[in-house]
T-cell receptor, first 115, second 114 residues
Framework: DGGITQSPKYLFRKEGQNVTLSCEQNLNHDAMYWYRQDPGQGLRLIYYSQIVNDFQKGDIAEGYSVSREKKESFPLTVTSAQKNPTAFYLC??????????????FGPGTRLTVL | QQQVKQSPQSLIVQKGGISIINCAYENTAFDYFPWYQQFPGKGPALLIAIRPDVSEKKEGRFTISFNKSAKQFSLHIMDSQPGDSATYFCAATIDTGTASKLTFGTGTRLQVTL
């Protein structure tokens, strides 16, 4: 999993509660990403960050928030505004910005279930 | 809107056979096409990638074929092995010099039987 850790592996929350998913990397990568994976839909980009204190919305940012206070950390908060939060969440990082030389390395994922 | 369409959804191949997974894209601005391999409970890992200026790229038993005019590309796994059983995702992105925003296909679950 290339030096990217996500915790916890499984997470349960009650409907209406906010929850924060952790992502830490020790690869000294500049860019970090959050994806959501649902059966039959592939991976969809939620947020990404190119540098510390800067991040951009991906394709499905509604109901999510992020922060990038440290280079190695990119936590994702799933808010109560997210209508269908049950999914497998994947964090990734890349060295820099070039698509073919800066491979995205993925963490092991967190499976979030809303009860 | 699904910008990268992947087929089949699932595939069963006998050991030693050839596995073929197909993808088609709509955005002609895409200029980098990676394939990812994902084992159950794990994150995806880059398998092989191609740029549209070549029609084929081979790495070991894995080959990408690319047809720019048809906007299609495919992954061929030669001499498929049980250890290749995984979910495969094609993806596409535009090299803008900023953080790469990958658009993924929906995935193909490959099972290689003995």
């Amino acid at each position: 999993d290339g030096g990217i850790t996500q915790s916890p592996k499984y997470l349960f929350r009650k409907e209406g509660q906010n929850v924060t998913l952790s992502c830490e990397q020790n690869l000294n990568h500049d860019a970090m990403y959050w994806y959501r994976q649902d059966p039959g839909q592939g991976l969809r980009l939620i947020y990404y960050s190119q540098i510390v204190n800067d991040f951009q919305k991906g394709d499905i940012a509604e109901g999510y928030s992020v922060s990038r206070e440290k280079k190695e950390s990119f936590p994702l908060t799933v808010t109560s505004a997210q209508k269908n939060p049950t999914a497998f969440y994947l964090c990734a990082s890349s060295q820099g910005l070039a698509v073919d030389t800066d491979t995205q390395y993925f963490g092991p994922g967190t499976r979030l279930t809303v009860l | 809107q699904q910008q990268v369409k992947q087929s089949p959804q699932s595939l069963i191949v006998q050991k030693g056979g050839i596995s073929i997974i197909n993808c088609a894209y709509e955005n002609t601005a895409f200029d980098y096409f990676p394939w990812y391999q994902q084992f159950p409970g794990k994150g995806p890992a880059l398998l092989i990638a191609i740029r549209p200026d070549v029609s084929e790229k081979k790495e070991g038993r894995f080959t990408i074929s690319f047809n720019k005019s048809a906007k299609q590309f495919s992954l061929h796994i030669m001499d498929s092995q049980p250890g290749d059983s995984a979910t495969y995702f094609c993806a596409a992105t535009i090299d803008t010099g900023t953080a790469s925003k990958l658009t993924f296909g929906t995935g193909t679950r490959l099972q290689v039987t003995l």
